[in-house]
T-cell receptor, first 111, second 118 residues
Framework: QKEVEQNSGPLSVPEGAIASLNCTYSDRGSQSFFWYRQYSGKSPELIMSIYSNGDKEDGRFTAQLNKASQYVSLLIRDSQPSDSATYLC???????????FGRGTSLIVHP | GAVVSQHPSRVICKSGTSVKIECRSL??????MFWYRQFPKQSLMLMATSNEGSKATYEQGVEKDKFLINHASLTLSTLTVTSAHPEDSSFYIC??????????????FGPGTRLTVL
């Protein structure tokens, strides 16, 4: 059973702080990793993808991948109230184009 | 780029009627499209995977005769909820996957269709 685990939260951080979202996965053959943001009542929006170990930065977002420990994380610097949403982690195992989604972590950034 | 549209965005229907939802990739050809359902405050649930020109692959527990999927072209997939009942009320979201570029598997979501069955 392929599993992607996320803490459901809510994770509450003050405006301007760094929000750290974590995701673990069970399948060692996983190759592609994605973070989606989903606002309440809206569909998910792809914000980051990462495929190799290490960090990948895009603006205020940094994705970190550690395949040996089987986790992927998302850091949001200078958090804003507009970042308040549910963040979904998605993982593709090698050779499969069907992603497995985590249940998502609810992030609340309070002023 | 990578824009996916869905129509309608919201539909209210009477129990027993059928509802068709369209999903289009606007600026790329989608070899694969996915259909998801999401109940309030719950996670995404993959219903089926459709590949252009072939039958959809349904996830376990999803009734293929109730949720008809047609992927007629590389830019259009449709989901028809047949004989809808109140328990089918949900947020239906499609996503599309561009042809692989460097082995990547990114997929892009449509805005979703909120179905309410009275």
């Amino acid at each position: 059973q392929k599993e992607v685990e996320q803490n459901s939260g809510p994770l509450s951080v003050p405006e301007g702080a760094i929000a750290s979202l974590n995701c673990t996965y069970s399948d060692r053959g996983s190759q592609s990793f994605f973070w989606y943001r989903q606002y309440s009542g809206k569909s998910p929006e792809l914000i980051m993808s990462i495929y190799s170990n290490g960090d990948k930065e895009d603006g205020r977002f940094t994705a970190q991948l550690n395949k040996a420990s089987q986790y992927v994380s998302l850091l949001i610097r200078d958090s804003q109230p507009s970042d308040s949403a549910t963040y979904l982690c998605a993982v593709n195992i090698e050779g499969s184009y069907i992603p497995t989604f985590g249940r998502g972590t609810s992030l609340i950034v309070h002023p | 780029g990578a824009v996916v549209s869905q129509h309608p965005s919201r539909v209210i229907c009477k129990s027993g009627t059928s509802v068709k939802i369209e999903c289009r990739s606007l600026d790329f050809q989608a070899t694969t499209m996915f259909w998801y359902r999401q109940f309030p405050k719950q996670s995404l649930m993959l219903m089926a995977t459709s590949n252009e020109g072939s039958k959809a692959t349904y996830e376990q527990g999803v009734e293929k005769d109730k949720f008809l999927i047609n992927h007629a072209s590389l830019t259009l997939s449709t989901l028809t909820v047949t004989s809808a009942h109140p328990e089918d009320s949900s947020f239906y979201i499609c996503s599309a996957r561009p042809p692989l570029a460097g082995g990547y598997n990114e997929q892009f979501f449509g805005p979703g269709t909120r179905l309410t069955v009275l």
